[in-house]
């Protein structure tokens, strides 16, 4: 059993996702848990509110930022629109892994993926806060606007999740792995769908998701299997 270590749970809230012969994942596609494990609506504080100063110079940071970041950096941030395994290790060393060699470790990220939604979409509905573009129409979106509420950040939430199992499965990456977990959350202010805050909000509920996975049991048997898999590729013991 794998335990998250006090410093890959404070690293994550201080920056504030088969063939026959192969084991089959614990009923893969499903998340291991729900709000009834873990219920964000009362963890989280909730977002600043509309029209107060903090909201406002959130307005103004994404504003600031989609005319300041360069082209590469617009393109990076649309690309990471994107969820999933290999979305999330683009611009890392896993990257020149072929996950066909990763079933194991793909089918757990998407679990990890189906958790995050399940955890975040009721705190979504329940905060119920606007997107940028929704409240100052000069913010364009780079990226597809989801119609859910922009609090907490999901890509955020899962990818900081994503980043603290990889780490623990392979802990000699795991500075490269918190750091993108940053820069994909980043991307979301970008590509102008989030504020700042909803980053923030993000991270603590990632780490609050990787914390409540390391007592799931089903979580544990498939995060075994898949972490030999990914270390064979990498050629680690």
Do not use: C, W
């Not at 873990?38 to 406002?56: E, G, H, I, N, R």
């Not at 940053?182 to 504020?195: F, P, Q, T």
């Amino acid at each position: 059993m794998f335990g998250l270590s006090r410093r890959a749970l404070m690293g994550a809230l201080v920056l504030g996702t088969l063939g026959l012969a192969q084991p089959a994942l614990a009923d893969d596609g499903h998340p291991y848990f729900g709000p009834e494990a873990l219920d964000l609506t009362v963890l989280l504080v909730p977002p600043p509110a509309k029209d107060s100063d903090v909201a406002k110079a959130e307005l103004a940071e994404v504003k600031a930022l989609q005319a300041s970041v360069s082209d590469a950096r617009k393109q990076q941030a649309v690309a990471d629109a994107e969820e999933g395994f290999q979305p999330f290790v683009a611009t890392t060393s896993l990257a020149a892994i072929d996950s066909a060699r990763l079933p194991l470790t793909v089918a757990l990220v998407q679990r990890v993926l189906d958790t995050e939604d399940a955890v975040t979409g009721p705190a979504k509905k329940f905060f119920d806060r606007p997107r940028p573009p929704l409240v100052d129409e000069t913010i364009k979106p780079l990226a597809k606007m989801s119609k859910s509420g922009a609090y907490p950040s999901g890509h955020t939430t899962n990818g900081t999740a994503i980043a603290i199992v990889l780490s623990e499965m392979v802990p000699e990456k795991r500075a490269e792995l918190m750091q993108r977990a940053a820069d994909y959350a980043e991307s979301r202010l970008i590509v102008g769908v989030h504020y700042r805050s909803d980053l923030g909000a993000g991270f603590a509920s990632g780490a609050l998701v990787a914390k409540e996975l390391e007592e799931n049991a089903a979580f544990q048997k498939d995060l075994e299997a898949a972490k030999a898999e990914l270390r064979a590729a990498l050629g680690l013991s």
